[in-house]
């Protein structure tokens, strides 16, 4: 797919990267502070130009892994000889420098072979990653990048627990990188890791001021929509509904129907607000069908 937007390194699940191009249409032309309370990877704030932006998410570790790569922007060569050391040290796989999977192990395991070739490593780095007493960082993204389905998933006792996915340290990773780097260095940026009420409270919107809400959907399977629920969503439309009424433009990305179920909530109160009909593919990591689903972004401003 040829595009101008730039993919988050962080290959976030539900990331807005192929939708890129048709928020931003319906997006304000002119923002002066872009407000995001639910950043996840980051793909939206990249890729939108604003003075400043002011990015939040409830997830410690995903605000963890911006300020590093953030700060890393600073000097990216350092941080590319951090990786690569770290991926010779658990002899982990990295195509984007060289090919070390043994040709034995590729015809064996024709459809495997990066998940074959990483276990042991990446075994070995989650454990130490696990009974470091500082979270690390540079640790924590070759895991997430080299695991299965690129999730941040913790265990109730802070431990890392993703399983190796089938993946390699890549090309594109590396070009995913590369233009987070050169995109922060001019943006300026300031990250938060609170509640969305906590962290919407403080921001004092004003004139050219955008908000944009990609909360977790009511109605789809997601790691993140682990402490969403209907009084979650029931707070955020009023919040939305309040903020309407000192005129701060807003949009709300979200599903409105998928597999059957409905939100009903959301159906009846997007009434009130314009609505677009997103044109995707939703692609299930769970069984690899094609689903196809009602996605809208509700918006209170004139287009
Ligand atoms: C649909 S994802 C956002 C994806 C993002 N638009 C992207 O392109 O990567 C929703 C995000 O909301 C965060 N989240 C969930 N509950 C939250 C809350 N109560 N306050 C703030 N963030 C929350 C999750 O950690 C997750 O990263």
């Known amino acids: 797919m040829k595009t101008n937007n730039f993919r988050s390194p962080l290959f976030y699940m539900g990331d807005k990267f192929k939708l890129l191009d048709q928020l931003k249409d319906k997006f304000p032309k002119k923002i002066n502070n872009f407000v995001e309370p639910f950043t996840g990877g980051g793909s939206v704030f990249l890729n939108i130009n604003a003075n400043k932006y002011f990015l939040n998410d409830r997830d410690k570790y995903l605000v963890g892994l911006h300020k590093h790569l953030i700060k ?17 040290k658990y002899e982990l796989s990295r195509s984007y420098e060289e090919d070390i999977i043994p040709k034995n192990l590729r015809k064996k395991f024709i459809k495997t072979y990066y998940a074959q070739f990483n276990k042991q490593g990446y075994t070995k780095l989650k454990n130490d990653f696990n009974n470091n007493t500082k979270i690390d960082y540079l640790s924590l993204y070759i895991l997430l990048i080299l695991g299965f389905n690129r999730i941040l998933r913790f265990n109730s006792n802070g431990k890392f627990n993703l399983p190796v996915g089938n ?18 260095k001019n943006k300026k940026v300031k990250f938060y890791n609170q509640d969305y009420k906590k962290f ?41 509904d309040e903020l309407n009424k000192r005129k701060v433009k807003w949009a709300l990305s979200n599903v409105i129907e998928y597999r059957g179920k409905k939100n009903k909530i959301l159906t009846d109160w997007s009434k009130k607000y314009e609505s677009f009909n997103i044109k995707s593919n939703y692609i299930s990591f769970n069984d690899n069908t094609i689903k196809t689903f009602k996605e809208v972004l509700i918006y209170n401003y004139e287009k």
């Open 72 to 88: 890393s922007s600073k000097s990216p060569d350092i941080f590319f000889k951090k990786v690569k050391n770290t991926l010779e």
């Open 167 to 184: 993946v390699d340290f890549n090309k594109n990773t590396v070009t995913a990188l590369n233009n987070y780097f050169k995109v922060i």
């Open 200 to 240: 919407l409270s403080k921001i004092n919107f004003r004139k050219y001021d955008f908000l944009y809400c990609d909360p977790p959907y009511l109605i789809t399977a997601g790691e993140y929509n682990k402490y969403w629920n209907e009084n979650e969503e029931i707070e955020l439309l009023k919040k939305l």
